[in-house]
C-alpha cells in the first residue's frame, strides 16, 4: 500500500516539480531506499542524473538536505536551476561575505531551506556546525565521493570530516556519489562515512563509455609525439582536449599548436589567475576556441558535451585519474576518441616524481617538534607556512584525524588550530611518517596498473579499464573499440567491412549535419549506423527495417544510405554473417573441442563476445562435453576457489566473486566456471570429479 503511494508521490514530483516525463536507469532504486532511510552509494556515470537523486527526495522528505561538493561553480549552477523551479536552495563558500552566509543561515534555523550545498571545508566552522546541529537534516548528500578515499588519486583530507559531521547532525541517511570508484575506494567510502553502520544499499551502474575509442602510441621522441597530434587535431573538426603533466608543457603546447595549425588554442592550468581561467572556460564553452591544452585542473566544471578527441601528451598517475579525464570527451553519446601519446622520457618523469612523494622521516619529525613547540596545549592559535611547505597542511590533516589538533580554519597556506588536550607520543613522528609511507606505496600500486596499460599489446582496453573498477564488460559486437582489440584479433573480412562501412556512414553524417547546420546526432544516433552495418538492407524496405529508419528518415536519405551501404557490399563474401551464423559456427567449433584461442582467431566478434558463445553452448551441450572444454581454460584448483566463493555470495552477479578473491582469478575464469558449476548443480553432482 505504502509503497504503492510512494510511488505516486515520486511521480508526481518528477513531474509536477522537475519537468520529466520518466526515471532514468536506477535513479527510482536509489530515490525509494532513500526514502525508506536507507543510505546508498551510487555509482553513476557522468551525465547519469546523479543530482536528481537527492533533489527529488529533498522535496518528499522536507527539512534539511546538505549537499557536501567541492565544485563551487556547479554549485552555483544547481543552485539556480533549483531556484527557477521554486525549489529554496543555497550554497556556502568561501567566496561569500559575512552577511550572505548569516542569512543563509538564519533561513536554516527557520527551517524554510531546503538544499544547503557546502563545501567540505566549511564543515569545520564550529558556528555552521552548531547551527546546522539544531536543524532537523534529512538527507546528507557527499558529491565526488571518491575524494573521502586516500587510495583515490585526488584525495582530499577536508572529506574526512564529513563522518564527524554527520554524526552532529544527528546521524541522517547518506547517499554517497560518485562517477568511478574501485572495489578499493567503495570500501573507504563506505567505511570512512561509516555507512555501513545502518541500513545500506550499493547501486551500481556499468562505468562504460562505449562510444569511446581508446588508443595508446609510444614514440621515439617529442618530435614525433608532437607531429603526431598535429595530424590528429588537423584530422578532427570537433572540439579536443589536450592533457599534459605540467603547467609549463599545457603554455608550451597551446603555443606551438597555434603557430601550426593557425587557429586558437588555449592553454589551462590551476597556476593561472581565476579570471583568466574563467575566459578560457568561457570561450571554449561559446565555441570560440576549438582546442585546449590542459592541466587535470581542467574539467570537472567544464560543461561541453562535443569533445570529440582527448589527447594524453603524458601519462597520468593512475588509471583512475586517466578515466576521469578521458570521460569528458563525448559526453553527447556521438564517438569519441581518447589517444594517448608517449615517449621513455614522460615516464620517466612521473616515476620520478612518485619517488618525490615518498616521505622523509627527518622533515617529518622537524615539523612535528616545530607543532609541538609552537601551539598551547588546549589552545587555539592561527598558524602559518610558506606556500612551499606542502608537507605541513598534508601532516595537519593526519593529526587532526589522529584526534590531536581541531583545525577550525584552513587557508591555502594557515589555519587556525586548536591543539586538543591529549599528550602527543614520544612516537608521533614516527606514526606519521608510517601513515605517509602507506600512502606512497598505494600511488606506487596504483601506477602499476597505468604503466600496464601503455603496452601496445595485451588485453582489450575497454575490458582492462572496466576491470579496474571492478566491473565487466557486456558482451556484444563493438566498433572501434581500442587498438589492442584491432590489433589482437585482426578483424575478418567481415568486421573489416563493416568497420568502413561504419566510418563512410558517419562522414556522410557529419557532411548532412554541416550542410543542415544541426548536431550529427539529429541526422542520425550511432545506434540506427550500427544497425543498419550490421544489416546491409539492399532495399528501401529493408532499410525501413532498421532500428530507428522511419519514413521521414527514408524520404530524406533512403537512396542516398543504400548507396553507400551497396558500395561497401560488392564482393559476395562481404555479406554479412548474422549475429545468428557467428553463433552457429562458434557453437560447432566449441563442439569439435577447438581450442578457445583458435576459434577465438575463427570468429570475428570481439573477446567478450566469443565468451558469451561459450557460456551459452556450454548451458546446454552434453554434460560431459561442457566439463571436459571447461577444464582446458580454468585449472581446477582455481575452479574449486572460484565454486566455494560462488557457494557463499551466490552466482548471479560475478562482481561480488571477484571481490572476494581479490583478483586473484580473471573474469574468463568467473564465467567459465560459472557454467560448469551451473550445469553441475543441475545434473545435482555434488562433488566435479577430477581431471
Ligand atoms: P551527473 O551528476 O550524474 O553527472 P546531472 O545530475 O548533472 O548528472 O544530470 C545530467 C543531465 O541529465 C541534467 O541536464 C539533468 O537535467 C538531466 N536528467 C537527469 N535526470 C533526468 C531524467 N530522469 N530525465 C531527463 N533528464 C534527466
Ligand atoms: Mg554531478
Known sequence: MEQTSDRQSTDRVLAEIFGLKSFRPLQREIIESLLASQSVLGILPTGAGKSLCYQLPSQILGGLTIVVSPLIALMRDQVRSLRDRGIWAAALHHHQSGTDQEKILAAARAGVLSLLYVSPERLRQPRLVRTLAAVTVSLLVVDEAHLISQWGHDFRPDYQGIRDFRERVGLPPVLAVTATATPRVKRDIIQALALDHGPLKVVEGSVDRPNLNLSVRHVASEAEKFAEVVRRVKAEQGAVLIYTDSRARTETWARQLHRVLKEPVSSYHAGMAASDRQMVEQRFLQREVRVVAAT???????????????????????????????????????????????????????????????????????????????????????????????????????????????????????????????????????????????????????????????????????????????????????????DRCQGEQGPGPVEQSAEDLMSALRAWRHAVARERNVAPYLVFQDRVLQDICQRMPMTLEQLSGCHGVGPKKIESFGLELLAIVKAHAISPEVVPASEDSALARAFSLFESSVAFSQVLERIPRSASTVLGYLERWMSQADIDVVRAYGFSLVKTETYDLIAEAFALEGDDRLRPVMDRLQGTVTYQDLRVARAIYRRSREEKLKDVPRQ
Not at 576521469?324 to 589517444?339: C, H, K, L, S, V
Not at 622523509?360 to 601551539?375: H, N, Y
Not at 584526534?403 to 607520543?425: F, H, M, N, Q
Open 296 to 482: 587535470n585542473a581542467f574539467g570537472m566544471g567544464v560543461d561541453r558535451g562535443d569533445i570529440r578527441l582527448v589527447i594524453h601528451v603524458g601519462i597520468p598517475e593512475s588509471l583512475d585519474a586517466y578515466y576521469q579525464e578521458i570521460g569528458r570527451g563525448g559526453r553527447d553519446g556521438e564517438p569519441g576518441q581518447a589517444f594517448m601519446v608517449w615517449h621513455d622520457d614522460d615516464l620517466r618523469r612521473r616515476k620520478w616524481r612518485l619517488r618525490q612523494d615518498q616521505p622523509d622521516p627527518g622533515i617529518v619529525a622537524r615539523i612535528v617538534e616545530r607543532l609541538a613547540a609552537d601551539l598551547p596545549e588546549g589552545g587555539s592559535q592561527p598558524w602559518r607556512w610558506e606556500p612551499n611547505q606542502e608537507m605541513i597542511p598534508v601532516i595537519l590533516a593526519l593529526l587532526e584525524e589522529m584526534g590531536y589538533v581541531d583545525i577550525e580554519e584552513k587557508a591555502l597556506t594557515s589555519a587556525r588550530i586548536e591543539r586538543l588536550e591529549c599528550p602527543w607520543p614520544v612516537s608521533l613522528g614516527e606514526l606519521l611518517t608510517n601513515r605517509l609511507i602507506t600512502q606512497y606505496r598505494y600511488r606506487l600500486q596504483r601506477f602499476q596498473a597505468m604503466e600496464e596499460y601503455l603496452g601496445e599489446s595485451g588485453p582489450c582496453r575497454r575490458e582492462r579499464l572496466l576491470q579496474y573498477f571492478g566491473q565487466a564488460l557486456t558482451p556484444g559486437p563493438r566498433f572501434d573499440c581500442c
